[in-house]
């Protein structure tokens, strides 16, 4: 698939107006005619150029997977089903006062933390409880400060708009962490396509990806919520494992199960065309673990991808400091793993092919990519 690149007013029509936006913030701080605001991305003037790094950067517009993969990931490491695959590990941080606020194993925060301690960054672009649910995108230098930034937020934080906004000053050595299609903007910035924004990107030297099934709307989150509870009552939420079919949200005066049923309908649009459950374009990859003890256990720790030597690097300097804990790897779980991922491709697919009633126009996808073309129904 040809990567175009086209200027603001394609990237409205094609993804603002096409509902395909996931707020990732990459179009946002390479010039002051688009912001975030309250979930959105608003335009506040309109820009006439040809070819626009917003544009060239969307995670939304047309991208040729394969070229992407190659180029950025050793090839023996490639898998179609999880992208580049150097290692499968189950940790947690050893450090209880980390693992106490984090939102699972508290690995995302140790090896952050780790990083800006080393020096391997010496900026990391987190996501801070805003107001209301909505999410900050922030920026810190002190690793003491990482752990005040832990836990998920359900709807996006536009961290690459935070990343845009400070490799701007120059000199930087930044560390982010990325849902998956954060990670792919990235990525696409990767390649260099606008040689004036290479000196920016020059200046990412870590990703840590996290695993995401979807992500919430704030407004319908927040309507949803406000009939349930105060949300001023409301210190986290999880999505278990789909067989418990809950967002679990967690209160002041206990837990609050809500079904996804109702959830669901709260889910960003652009979440039901997205391909990549697990941050595929990250040095690292990070989401809740699967063990045979259940969920209860599986909560406290996480699953790990490494996907670069820059990923093992840090994750084998984490081992040598004690500071993550590991344990075995359950018997099955990189198959349970690839097989999820899967599905959300296949979902994705066959939403796009619903919405396009043409089973080779997947939009921003390319139908001839090796894994997706699998994943297409066409007639007989
Ligand atoms: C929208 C969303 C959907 C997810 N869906 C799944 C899923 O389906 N399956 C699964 O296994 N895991 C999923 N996760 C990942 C999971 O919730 C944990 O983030 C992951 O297991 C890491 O846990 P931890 O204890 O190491 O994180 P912590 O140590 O608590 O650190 C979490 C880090 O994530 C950053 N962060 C929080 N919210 C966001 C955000 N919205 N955008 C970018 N950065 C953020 C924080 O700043 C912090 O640095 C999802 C996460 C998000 C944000
Ligand atoms: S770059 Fe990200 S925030 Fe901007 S239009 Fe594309 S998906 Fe939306
Ligand atoms: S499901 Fe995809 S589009 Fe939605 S927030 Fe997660 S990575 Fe982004």
Redesign the pocket.
Known sequence: MEMKILGQKELNKEVREGHFCTGCGACINLCPYQASYRDQVVMLHPCDLKEGGCYAFCPRTPTDLEVLKKRLFDPQDLTPELGAVKGLFITRAVDPE?RA??????????L?TLALHEGIIDTAV???EGRNLL?LETSVQDPAS?KK?????????P?VAEFNRIAKEGGKKIGI???PC?AMALAKMRLKPIPSYADRINQLNLVVG??????LSWRNLVALLRKKTDLAEIEGM??PPSKYHILQVYTKKGPLDISLEEVNPCVREACWYCPD?TAEFSDIS???ARLAEGWEEAKNW??VIVRTSQGEQLLGLARKRGLLEFRDVPEGNLERLKTASMNKKRTAVRNLTLRSRDPENLFYLDSKDPVLSTLIKRPA
């Open positions: 980390v606020g984090a939102q699972h194993g508290g690995t995302v925060t140790t952050i987190l996501a801070d999410p990482v930034r832990d836990r998920s937020k359900f709807v996006v934080s961290n962490v990325a849902t954060q996290l695993f995401c099934g979807w992500a999880d999505i459950l990070v989401g809740s996480n699953q």
